[in-house]
Structures are given as structure tokens and as C-alpha cells.
């Protein structure tokens, strides 16, 4: 069916999300769930953010690949995000790697994720596909993209963050000609090459691709039957559309979705302790520079049924308060000190604790008297009577993750093992 002149480009394009990565900096945060399934901002996870782009950008057709402990992925896949309807000719896959190719092939790459699932694409009958990391925090207008990719006759185009020249070295980067055309992809350079214009900045690659659906899918087919190829985007099939066709980059700040608050463009990789505990964190500040109080570009995710936050007690030291800090349903705060910290859903403070710059993700119990300072605390442990931490670094690296900056994270076996030694 020929498309109608006036639709938007989102209509007639999928996205292609990228979700099978543990994300082993995340250390223990990830030793239950893959990365895009780690919990962030109080209600979502980080996989909520790349599909809200797409969902408000105007995109009704989404595969999600998953591999890597895909169980806590898959699960809020079906409960936040099941009201896809076919008959609007909506739809939203999940793909894990089940053997689909050959029974001794996971999905070997990035590239390879998308080869072994070609029927089902051209089942959507689209005619571009984004490819999507399922693991920064970000707001972007995909359509935006879509139109420059369309209106220069890329091959691909590549989405790219605009960074200080020598902060490009932990990044994929861009050179790229006058026109936005890219002539090199250099992966990781000690001496990243700069904007024309912009000596000062470089190109970074934010791991999204925008390819017409037709030529992609040949470039697959052959990328698949190259035994030297790692079948990955950026190693293999980018450097190649780089050299022998036309790759186009797409700066972010041209698609980024802001409200006037925000005084840059904002795009996180929270893949380390210090990166994922800064960016929960910085959701606390006065202005925070990721506005998630915009209803015009809501991210979307699992809307549990809970009742209000609570807080008890208005004694002198003993007064259940929160200051700068967010604090969401069914959080009870019961006579503690809660300062510059984030309370994901069903955390429980008790009575004479105090938490300074704390993440505390779902099901969190802090019993009486803990102090605690700098830390993340995983789902669903139970901090005991009077623990202290974040004052001692050489204690808390006895027992918990402490990372050189001094964030301290705390799981359940760390503090099962803080106990035996305790009694």
C-alpha cells in the first residue's frame, strides 16, 4: 500500500531496540537483570526512556531484543507495556535470542540480533528502521531524525552527541565534512578529530541508526555469511556504509525534547555505580537538568497500583521528613531524616535514621538509627538496626561495593554477609 504524502515518517518506521546487554559495570546492580531492566527516577526502568521516544515520536511498531537474564526485562515488558493493539496496526515484539538461525547460535552481535530476526521485521511491512540502545536516559524526537535521513538520502544516518574533543576518547566518534557527511568512524581515538568550525568539540556516537529497511536488510544478509565479521554495528557494517556508501550524522541537540528548563541537551549512559547514582541523584536538584515533570513527553512504564507516600511522627529528633528529595507511592517515612535522596516505590524508613544522598530502589527497609550517606541500595534489602554508612571508607569497603569516588553499593548478599559477621 503506497503511503499517504502528508504521513509522518514515524508511521512507516520501527524501532529496533537493543536490550541483551548485562552491563557488567553496573556490578552487582545487574547480577539479577539486564541493564535495561535496572530500575532509575523512581518508577521506570532505563529501557522506559528509549521507548517513550519512540511511542511519543509517533512509532506503533517496536521489537525489543533481549538475551542476557531477560526474566525482570520481559516481565515489565508485559505488565507497563502491553497496550499495543494489532488491530491499529500497533505492535510490540520481544525477541530473545531462542535459536532461531541455527540451534547453536545466541545472538552474536548487534548486528546479528536484527539478521536472525529479518522475517519478522519485514512482517511490519515498514519501510526504515531505528536501531536503539535500550540502556541510555535520554528524551529525542525520532522523527526529526528520520526527516533529515530521508531529505539528504543517507544510507544511514547516526545519531551523535555533541563533546568536549578529549572527552570523546571513551566514545565511538565522528568525522565528519561540512555538510554532516561522516568520512571516518574511529572507535575509542586517543586524539578525536574535532567539528569543522568547532576545534573544541567532537561527534560522538550515541548508538542510534536510522537505515531505509530495504537496504539494511541486504546489508545483513551479507554481513551474515562473512565468517570475519563480529556482526555488530559499530565494528562491522558502520565503518563499511562509511567507506563505500553515504553516512550522515544527526546531532542530537537538533531532536532533543526539552522544556525550556534544561540548560543542555541531556543524554546519560548510567552503566557505572558513580554514573547511575549522579543521575538519580540529580533528579533532586532545585532545576534538575532532566525535566520529568513534562506532560507533553511523558516516559511511559509500569503504573503500579499503590497508595500515597506517607511520613509519621513530629518529634525532635524523631520527625518524618523529606527535603530535596523525591519520594514515590507507598513509601512510608516514619520518623526519619530523608535528605537530597531518591525513595523508589514500597520503601520503608524507620524511626531516628537518617539518609543523606541516597538511592533506595523498590522494597528498601531501613530500620531504626541507620545512618547512611552516598549509597545505592538494590531492591528489596533490609539495612539493619543502626548500620552506619558512608562515614568510614575502609568499613564500608569491608563489606559492601564502594567505588573510588565513595558511592557505596548495598545488596542483600552483602549484608547477609555483614550479619554472620555481626552475630
Known amino acids: 500500500m503506497k503511503p499517504r504524502p502528508n504521513a509522518r515518517l514515524s508511521s512507516r518506521a520501527m524501532a529496533f531496540v537493543l536490550a541483551g546487554g548485562r552491563g557488567s559495570r553496573l556490578k552487582e546492580l545487574t547480577d539479577k537483570r539486564a541493564k535495561p531492566a535496572v530500575y532509575f527516577g523512581g518508577k521506570t526502568r ?21 538475551q542476557y537474564k531477560a526474566h525482570s526485562l520481559i516481565r515489565h515488558m508485559q505488565r507497563g507495556w502491553g497496550f499495543f493493539r494489532a488491530e491499529r496496526n500497533e505492535y510490540l515484539d520481544i525477541l530473545p535470542a531462542s535459536q532461531r538461525v541455527d540451534e547453536s ?32 536516559i535520554y528524551k529525542m524526537d525520532y522523527e526529526v531524525m528520520l526527516r533529515q535521513h530521508v531529505d539528504t538520502g543517507a544510507d544511514v544516518t547516526i545519531g551523535c552527541l555533541t563533546v568536549p574533543r578529549m572527552e570523546a576518547t571513551a566514545f565511538g566518534v565522528m568525522d565528519v565534512d561540512a555538510d554532516g557527511r561522516i568520512t571516518a568512524f574511529l572507535e575509542k581515538p586517543k586524539d578525536p578529530p574535532s567539528i569543522p568550525g568547532d576545534p573544541d568539540h567532537a561527534l560522538a556516537s550515541m548508538g542510534i541508526y536510522v537505515f531505509d529497511w530495504k537496504f539494511l536488510r541486504e546489508l545483513l544478509l551479507r554481513d551474515a555469511d562473512d565468517p570475519n565479521s563480529a556482526h555488530d554495528f559499530g565494528n562491522d557494517l558502520i565503518p563499511d556504509i562509511v567507506k563505500n556508501g553515504k553516512a550522515m550524522a544527526h546531532r542530537f541537540e537538533e531532536s532533543c525534547v526539552t522544556t525550556g528548563l534544561e540548560d543542555e541537551p541531556y ?79 514500597g520503601v520503608r524508613t524507620h524511626s531516628y535514621s537518617t539518609l543523606d544522598y541516597v538511592v533506595a530502589l523498590p522494597g528498601v527497609q531501613v530500620e531504626r538509627k541507620a545512618q547512611l550517606k552516598n549509597c545505592v541500595i538494590d531492591r528489596g534489602v533490609i539495612i539493619p538496626a ?35 559477621a555481626k552475630e
Open 46 to 66: 532505563i529501557i522506559d526512556f528509549a521507548l517513550s521516544n519512540a511511542l511519543n515520536s509517533g512509532i506503533r511498531k517496536m521489537a525489543i531484543a533481549t
Open 105 to 136: 547460535k545466541w545472538y552474536l552481535g548487534t548486528a546479528d540480533a536484527v539478521a536472525q530476526n529479518i522475517d519478522i521485521v519485514d512482517s511490519y511491512d515498514i519501510e526504515y528502521v531505528i536501531v536503539l540502545a535500550g540502556d541510555h
Open 267 to 345: 543524554w546519560r549512559d548510567v552503566g557505572t555505580i558513580d554514573a547511575f547514582w549522579q543521575a538519580n541523584i540529580d533528579l533532586t536538584d532545585f532545576t534538575p537538568k532532566l525535566d520529568l515533570y513534562d506532560n507533553s513527553w511523558p516516559i511511559w512504564t509500569y503504573a503500579e497500583s499503590v497508595p500515597p507516600a506517607k511520613f509519621i511522627h513530629d518529634e525532635d529528633g524523631r520527625r518524618g521528613q523529606a527535603i530535596s528529595s523525591l519520594v514515590c507511592g507507598d513509601v512510608i517515612v516514619s520518623g526519619s531524616e530523608i535528605r537530597n535522596s531518591l525513595l523508589f516505590t
Open 386 to 420: 543502626g548500620l552506619v554508612v558512608g562515614e568510614d571508607p575502609v568499613e564500608d569497603a569491608k563489606w559492601f561495593r564502594r567505588t573510588d569516588a565513595g558511592v557505596v553499593l548495598i545488596t542483600e548478599p552483602m549484608i547477609d554477609a555483614w550479619r554472620a
